[in-house]
């Protein structure tokens, strides 16, 4: 079995999810043949695993573990994420192990479900450490919530489990950071404490000496060792997201040729879809939060993808951005919808089978002349496909429930393994796909800016986040000791 090291945090998104990222590819860039692990994630923005010698064409997992295996240089597999679970309600998820649907379950129930998971856990472990010198294990929420302990397999129940040592992360940028680590030093049982081999801090701004007597005060009250303070990494942010929670804090940056609006759905799901947009120099991407309308001066909107579709649907009427949307066509705006945001643009959303919920039919946004029936058997495959319009390569992925039918559908947006995808209205201003990934193919990305106006778009996206996953390593192995977590590692 390959060696070891896992990071857990004080609380979530203390930003594991990117100093895994960077610790992979700092341990490649040294020759370490590396692996990231996660045994549960909680995220709508999933990725397409290939699941070897099955034909129905690929697992699920989440989108950080995804970004991680590129980290270090592999492709992914649905053992690097064997739990993942996908929010459709504030108090229920869709349960996904090793990259298929395993069911549904509310919170309460999915906690004495959790006991049978770390099978599948264990097992997963197994194969991914398989010709691995080192796996770097990221950990979910906080060991701290030791209310949930005993039926634990995200963090210190894995890792008891799997005899994995454990580097504490603390978020100094949202305060608290020594409460936060001396208080889990003092709540965790003997057991668990000992598995923590140190500590580091992150997101880190201005003068670190000014931390060093808050170093020594960590130090006086737990007796781990600290690995470093990481500052602020700007990098971080030319790479996908991993969960919703950061939309909270995204805003409009400087004007620039192109406003893409996104509206931020209750359930919204893959929005790192949007990502290679926001790279590009000329193109400024707004999330738009609930209550606030689509901004007037957007040239484009983009609907993203739903865990969802018939809630979130619901919602952008209560919303009153039904009426922003007809009224940026009427001015001549460019729409495009992903996944559930196609089902959205339709006539109607039909859900007889009751798969999302008790709803079981929803008016459409009437922007496409088709209709979606959600049926029980979900697609989940890695695409390969040819966009229509400029007649170029295209690919990513499709995850998605329904069939979506319709004259529109005549029009189709790609051409996905000989069959038509989508559907584009009359006028061609508004485009309809399953495709996920759709904006990551730079020569399509480029034309299709070009037809909104836009010229000199179509950057090497790939490369762009290859070189952040560069840089972020490059600030690790600087302002941490990595040789002592590697060599921690068993």
Same mark, same amino acid.
């Given at each position: 079995?390959?060696?070891?090291?896992?990071?857990?945090?004080?609380?979530?998104?203390?930003?594991?999810?990117?100093?895994?990222?960077?610790?992979?590819?700092?341990?490649?860039?040294?020759?370490?043949?590396?692996?990231?692990?996660?045994?549960?994630?909680?995220?709508?923005?999933?990725?397409?695993?290939?699941?070897?010698?099955?034909?129905?064409?690929?697992?699920?997992?989440?989108?950080?573990?995804?970004?991680?295996?590129?980290?270090?240089?592999?492709?992914?597999?649905?053992?690097?994420?064997?739990?993942?679970?996908?929010?459709?309600?504030?108090?229920?998820?869709?349960?996904?192990?090793?990259?298929?649907?395993?069911?549904?379950?509310?919170?309460?129930?999915?906690?004495?479900?959790?006991?049978?998971?770390?099978?599948?856990?264990?097992?997963?472990?197994?194969?991914?450490?398989?010709?691995?010198?080192?796996?770097?294990?990221?950990?979910?929420?906080?060991?701290?919530?030791?209310?949930?302990?005993?039926?634990?397999?995200?963090?210190?129940?894995?890792?008891?489990?799997?005899?994995?040592?454990?580097?504490?992360?603390?978020?100094?940028?949202?305060?608290?950071?020594?409460?936060?680590?001396?208080?889990?030093?003092?709540?965790?049982?003997?057991?668990?404490?000992?598995?923590?081999?140190?500590?580091?801090?992150?997101?880190?701004?201005?003068?670190?000496?000014?931390?060093?007597?808050?170093?020594?005060?960590?130090?006086?009250?737990?007796?781990?060792?600290?690995?470093?303070?990481?500052?602020?990494?700007?990098?971080?942010?030319?790479?996908?997201?991993?969960?919703?929670?950061?939309?909270?804090?995204?805003?409009?940056?400087?004007?620039?040729?192109?406003?893409?609006?996104?509206?931020?759905?209750?359930?919204?799901?893959?929005?790192?879809?949007?990502?290679?947009?926001?790279?590009?120099?000329?193109?400024?991407?707004?999330?738009?939060?609930?209550?606030?309308?689509?901004?007037?001066?957007?040239?484009?909107?983009?609907?993203?993808?739903?865990?969802?579709?018939?809630?979130?649907?619901?919602?952008?009427?209560?919303?009153?951005?039904?009426?922003?949307?007809?009224?940026?066509?009427?001015?001549?705006?460019?729409?495009?919808?992903?996944?559930?945001?196609?089902?959205?643009?339709?006539?109607?959303?039909?859900?007889?089978?009751?798969?999302?919920?008790?709803?079981?039919?929803?008016?459409?946004?009437?922007?496409?002349?088709?209709?979606?029936?959600?049926?029980?058997?979900?697609?989940?495959?890695?695409?390969?496909?040819?966009?229509?319009?400029?007649?170029?390569?295209?690919?990513?992925?499709?995850?998605?429930?329904?069939?979506?039918?319709?004259?529109?559908?005549?029009?189709?947006?790609?051409?996905?393994?000989?069959?038509?995808?989508?559907?584009?209205?009359?006028?061609?201003?508004?485009?309809?796909?399953?495709?996920?990934?759709?904006?990551?193919?730079?020569?399509?990305?480029?034309?299709?800016? #070009?037809?909104?106006?836009?010229?000199?778009?179509?950057?090497?996206?790939?490369? #762009?986040?290859?070189?952040?996953?560069? #840089?972020?390593?490059?600030?690790?192995?600087?302002?941490?000791?990595?040789?002592?977590?590697?060599?921690?590692?068993?």
């Amino acid at each position: 079995m390959a060696k070891a090291i896992m990071l857990q945090g004080t609380g979530s998104d203390v930003g594991k999810t990117v100093l895994v990222a960077g610790l992979c590819r700092a341990a490649k860039n040294r020759g370490l043949n590396v692996r990231p692990f996660k045994p549960q994630n909680m995220s709508n923005n999933a990725a397409v695993a290939d699941i070897p010698g099955d034909k129905a064409g690929g697992g699920e997992i989440g989108r950080a573990q995804w970004l991680q295996a590129i980290a270090c240089g592999v492709a992914p597999s649905v053992h690097m994420n064997p739990v993942l679970l996908k929010p459709q309600t504030d108090v229920g998820a869709q349960v996904i192990v090793q990259g298929k649907v395993f069911g549904e379950a509310r919170a309460r129930d999915y906690q004495a479900l959790k006991g049978r998971l770390m099978d599948a856990v264990l097992d997963s472990w197994g194969k991914v450490g398989e010709g691995a010198d080192l796996v770097i294990v990221e950990g979910a929420g906080s060991p701290a919530e030791i209310n949930l302990r005993s039926r634990d397999i995200a963090n210190m129940g894995f890792a008891t489990r799997a005899d994995v040592p454990v580097v504490l992360v603390g978020d100094i940028d949202r305060g608290g950071v020594i409460a936060s680590v001396v208080g889990t030093h003092l709540i965790l049982p003997e057991e668990d404490r000992r598995m923590i081999v140190g500590y580091l801090i992150n997101k880190f701004r201005g003068d670190v000496s000014l931390f060093d007597d808050g170093l020594k005060s960590i130090e006086t009250f737990t007796g781990w060792r600290c690995f470093g303070v990481v500052p602020w990494l700007k990098a971080a942010a030319r790479l996908p997201s991993e969960d919703s929670v950061v939309l909270e804090r995204l805003a409009s940056g400087e004007a620039r040729a192109l406003k893409v609006a996104v509206p931020m759905l209750g359930r919204i799901a893959n929005f790192d879809d949007l990502d290679p947009l926001k790279a590009e120099p000329q193109v400024e991407v707004v999330f738009v939060p609930p209550g606030k309308p689509l901004p007037a001066d957007a040239g484009l909107v983009v609907i993203p993808g739903s865990k969802s579709t018939i809630g979130d649907l619901l919602k952008f009427r209560e919303n009153g951005w039904d009426r922003d949307l007809l009224a940026h066509r009427k001015r001549g705006g460019h729409v495009v919808g992903i996944c559930g945001g196609f089902q959205m643009l339709g006539r109607a959303v039909r859900d007889p089978d009751g798969v999302e919920g008790s709803v079981t039919e929803a008016e459409g946004l009437g922007l496409l002349d088709v209709e979606t029936v959600m049926e029980p058997e979900k697609t989940v495959r890695n695409i390969s496909a040819r966009s229509v319009q400029f007649d170029l390569p295209l690919e990513g992925y499709e995850i998605h429930l329904g069939r979506t039918t319709g004259p529109d559908t005549l029009r189709p947006s790609a051409i996905i393994n000989g069959i038509e995808d989508g559907a584009v209205s009359a006028d061609g201003k508004v485009i309809g796909t399953y495709m996920h990934g759709l904006f990551g193919a730079d020569g399509f990305r480029g034309k299709f800016l #070009e037809s909104l106006g836009i010229k000199g778009g179509g950057i090497d996206y790939r490369a #762009e986040v290859e070189r952040a996953l560069d #840089e972020v390593a490059a600030e690790l192995e600087t302002y941490l000791d990595c040789d002592a977590i590697f060599a921690l590692a068993r």
